[in-house]
């Protein structure tokens, strides 16, 4: 559905919704115009899905509209595997930007025509000074800039210098356009910013027609301009840009002047998201990949088993504001638990099996329970279970010598297996190293499904797997990839020395009920007792299934703490 088609629905206040609402109700704008504006150097994360949700949300509560514009003015960081992933995610999300998909390279002319216009109002100029000369002359915080010795070439000098670098005549970083603003600026962003700089690289898109290519600062706020943007909303760290954002509007005819305003980015912890991290940890293989399920990218949030929808509750539930803070991570599994709860239907699988023999049971009979797919939504339907004489428990279901207030499976304690027959404990079988490999059972006939007939309360329900039956499963339960709330902070100088060991454990040989067996790419369920699970998007497939665990039932770091 596009942002037009949507109808209006009620959000909660933020001040971002009451500039939007005000500037409508004035009479500012009669629509609302907003732009999600990736470089496609990288995949998106779930600080991104914040930005996604509160730019295409904006547009579409208010009845306007929200583009996706591709900031590809860095050709040697650029990848189209990059800007593909960020489409796919972008309507994974939910959000449609219809016919409005730009790219800043469409607008390289324009960019190239406006810097011709700053130059010749005498507020652009040629440098030649290296890089290294440009930042010493910069300054610091509490020390003004110094000119550059190029700074008062003339105009005709500039305007031929500036050409002839778009003709290739000059090497890499030779040469750079800087705007000529202030260099006492208390504004750092406003010390004669560089505008343009020689780059004699390709770039995916427009191929060898460029050898130079503009700074983001520049490109950015005149594509939004260009684009009629009436609200541009950047992350917390672009309020020091602002100045320069209106500077450069203010200097050019630009057929608009859109608003900047800030909100706080999304800080998540046990996690970093930082571009250039995640990078790292992909390129040193401390993770399998950008889809690692333990990454906080979209594509490994998504192959670990969460919904868009839990993705959209969870931005709206942390809110906007203009603070930066940092959201615990139990928010996020939250979201996913909520939205699991209600959606995923029931099944059950056995991840550490032990075999229970049921003696006094048919040999070679088969029986079939009906099981509802979910206890609170009937029109969800029900699925048949097949049981036999063995079946597999899950070995924390049972204890030789139980623990007080343990109900579950023991020497001579009656339990029920779900939906079945209440079963009790006679004997076990023990390797030679003393341990229980197999439970010995009897069972009540008259039990059948999971009611004493004589009326007797059974305290324990356990699930189980008909051993028959069973399909076999690699399960992966995934866990934080850091140990500490803040990786690489204050305290840690490389966030590396942080990251948790135990953040991922495999577990073969795990059975299911075989109506798993037909499970497909982005299916969710939830493992009776044990947590929220999905087929593997990379790996799984018929014959040798791989779930990944999306959460369990509840929030269990807190007490592992």
Known sequence: MTTEETPVVEKAANFIRNIV?????????ETIVTRFPPEPNGYLHIGHA??????FGLARDFGGRCHLRF??????????EYEDSIKENVKWLGFDWGQHMYYASDYFEKFYQYAVVLIEKGLA?????????????RGTLSEPGKESPYRNRSVAENVNLFARMRAGE??????????????????????DPVIYRIKKVDHHRTGDAWCIYPMYDYAHCISDAIEGITHSVCTLEFEDHRPLYDWVLDQLPVPCHPRQIEFARLNLNYTVMSKRKLLELVQEKLVDGWDDPRMPTLVGIRRRGFTPESIRAFCETIGVGKSDSLIDMSILEDAAREDLNLRAPRAMAVLRPLKVVIEGYPEGQTEEFEAANHPNNPEMGSRMVPFGKTVYIERDDFQEEPTKGFFRMAPGKEVRLRYAYIVKCESV????????????CSYDPGSRGGSAPDGRKIKGTIHWVSAEHAVSA????????????????????DYRTSLNPNSIEVLSDCKLEPSLAAATQEDRFQFERL????PDMKDSRPGALVFNRTATLRDSWNVKK
């Open 21 to 29: 609402t005000d500037d409508l109700k004035n009479g500012k704008h």
């Open 50 to 55: 914040k930005s996604i949700c509160l730019n």
């Open 71 to 80: 900031d590809d003015t860095n050709p040697t960081k650029e990848d189209i």
């Open 125 to 137: 100029y040629v440098d030649s000074s290296t890089a290294d000369e440009i930042r010493a002359m």
């Open 170 to 191: 000059f090497e890499d970083g030779s040469q750079v356009v800087r705007l000529k603003i202030d260099m006492a600026s208390p504004n750092i962003n406003l010390r």
């Open 429 to 440: 079988v023990k390797n030679e190293n003393g341990e229980v490999v197999e439970v010995r």
């Open 474 to 493: 690699e399960v992966r339960l995934y866990d934080r990839l850091f140990s500490t709330p803040n990786p690489g902070g204050k305290n840690e100088p």
């Open 531 to 534: 947590g929220y699970f999905c």
